[in-house]
């Protein structure tokens, strides 16, 4: 299989609406389980990763309980009662109780870290999430999870058996369902949503795909005659409703990948100017801005241009008057994606160079140094 | 992947060689082994260290770190779209261009976050 023909097969995967294949998920849980000598997990399956939360969080909070009645027991002079069973039982209910700790069985030291780095990473976001954003963050972010199958490149990195046999059992995972969460007696199991809606996003350069070294040598190119691969990245991207919907009817509003508020694009006339401006979050503010449009920021807040620096990466020192705020300066730059993006800066700056400089808490000197700005 | 020798930035993270560690600032090893995190994102889209040996410090001020290294560092943006391309701080700088490994002085880079004015005086640039 070619490197396109891989990414292409994994990009349907990806975009696929399809409800799961619970039995051949489930045998596979069952062969990691039985990889990493646990025996056979319930399998609880959710239609979200909200309703994945939902259910974790009963499950921690039951376990919770069930561990204080045993700590009571205990304190009651029960110990002594206590076989082994019960003694295993607490062990497991105080690690679950722990649920941004040491809660999944696959994160024992011998298994591929960095397979499992970003998995066990989204995995603990959604353990303690509480906002939309993030949730939809780390659904978006699946594509990333994505990548590491490619089976030439794992089994080059892990040549044992039970590596390679655990590798096939993930890849079968990752085709069937969305999120999953392995605990030491259950596995949640996520299904695909019911409507995704995706855009790509500008052509970017990538690093050599892994297992393919032709003309690299370390992440190095050492042969120019190698074309370095580019990519088309998928993007969560609805400008009209929600960009993802699962079967629970929890569902996810993004622009071009960023996750934005509902609010912004069921009541898009409402979106105010300030908000381009001022959202604490620039990835947001930036949508913001392209909702709006600047052409109608400006002049709906008396904004002026106080300096124009020739390079953009320098950016445009603005004034505006925002709301009870009058005067506030703003420096409107470009960054190394070639996206724009407006900082709030001190009144005090005078320049966008100064403005720049303030931003990274640098001489001026530092900005125009630069070797490079990606 | 661009190289740099003296300074560099990546999205909201800038990267300027110093001398050495500050010795009159606290410094605290913060984890990692080969990987390190120089900047967290809220939607789990880091700046992330990869060398062999690379450690990195952290000080009183949330917006710089120091990165300590024998070899070149390369930074990736952990992305899958508009990413921030690779940047290689190479170990030597421009007075050397001292091979990886024969350097007998490690590589110190000062890592500094990005801010913002904010009404209570200025915060770090969140994304």
């Not at chain 1, 607490?90 to 780095?117: E, Q």
């Not at chain 1, 300030?274 to 979050?281: F, I, K, Y």
């Not at chain 2, 930074?75 to 007075?95: A, I, N, Q, S, Y």
Request: glycine share 6%.
């Amino acid at each position: 299989m070619t490197r396109e023909e891989w990414v292409a097969a994994w990009r349907a995967v990806w975009s696929s609406c399809l409800p799961a294949d619970r039995a051949q998920t489930e045998a596979a849980i069952k062969d990691l389980y039985r990889i990493h000598r646990f025996a056979e997990p319930a399998m609880v399956w959710v239609r979200s990763p909200a309703e994945a939360i939902t259910v974790s969080q009963t499950i921690r909070r039951q376990l919770a309980i069930a561990a204080e009645d045993l700590r009571s027991n205990m304190n009651m002079g029960a110990t002594s009662l206590m076989g082994r069973e019960q003694s295993e039982v607490l062990s497991t209910v105080t690690t679950l109780c722990n649920f941004d700790g040491h809660l999944a069985v696959f994160d024992a030291p011998n298994f591929p870290k960095d397979v499992l780095g970003l998995n066990f990473h989204y995995r603990r976001r959604l353990a303690g999430i509480s906002e939309y954003g993030e949730i939809a963050a780390a659904l978006y972010c699946r594509d990333e999870l994505k990548m590491p199958y490619q089976p030439g490149y794992l089994r080059s990195h892990y040549r044992d058996l039970n590596a390679s046999k655990m590798l096939d059992a993930r890849a079968i995972i990752a085709r069937q369902i969305w999120y999953w969460w392995p605990f030491r007696h259950a596995c949640i199991l996520c299904e695909r949503p019911e409507y995704l809606e995706i855009d790509e996003g500008p052509i970017q350069p990538v690093e050599p795909f892994p297992g393919d070294d032709r003309g690299w040598n370390g992440g190095r190119l050492v042969d120019p005659l190698i074309p370095r691969p580019t990519r088309r990245p998928l993007r969560l991207h609805s400008f009209t409703g929600p960009a993802v919907r699962f079967r629970d009817g929890f569902a996810a509003y993004a622009v071009r990948g960023v996750v934005v508020p509902p609010a912004w694009l069921e009541e898009r006339d409402k979106l105010a100017p300030e908000v381009a401006l001022t959202w604490s979050n620039i990835e947001q503010r930036r949508i913001a801005a392209e909702l709006i449009g600047w052409d109608k920021i400006l002049p709906r807040l008396n904004a002026v241009v106080i300096d124009k620096n020739p390079n953009p990466q320098i950016g445009t020192l603005l004034q505006a008057d925002l709301p009870n705020s009058p005067g506030e300066r703003f420096l409107q730059v470009q960054c190394g994606t070639g996206r724009t993006f407006v900082l709030p800066v001190p009144r005090a700056m005078l320049t966008a160079l100064a403005a720049n400089a303030w931003t990274y808490n640098v001489p001026e000197e530092y900005i125009l140094k630069l070797e490079a700005r990606t | 992947m661009k190289t740099i020798d003296e300074i560099g930035a990546q999205g909201d993270v800038m990267f300027v060689r110093v001398d050495d560690l500050p010795d009159n600032v606290p410094l605290r090893l913060l984890p990692g082994a080969g990987r390190v995190v120089v900047a967290h994102s809220e939607t789990g889209h880091h700046h992330v260290a990869v060398a062999e040996d690379v450690q990195l410090y952290g000080t009183d001020d949330p917006m710089v770190t120091y990165l300590v290294t024998d070899n070149d560092v390369d930074v990736v943006h952990e992305r899958p779209f508009d990413t921030h391309e690779p940047l290689r701080l190479v170990v030597g700088g421009k007075k050397g261009r001292t091979p990886a490994k024969k350097s007998k002085k490690k590589s110190v880079w000062q890592v500094r976050r990005q801010r913002e004015s904010s009404p209570e005086g200025s915060r770090r640039v969140a994304d």
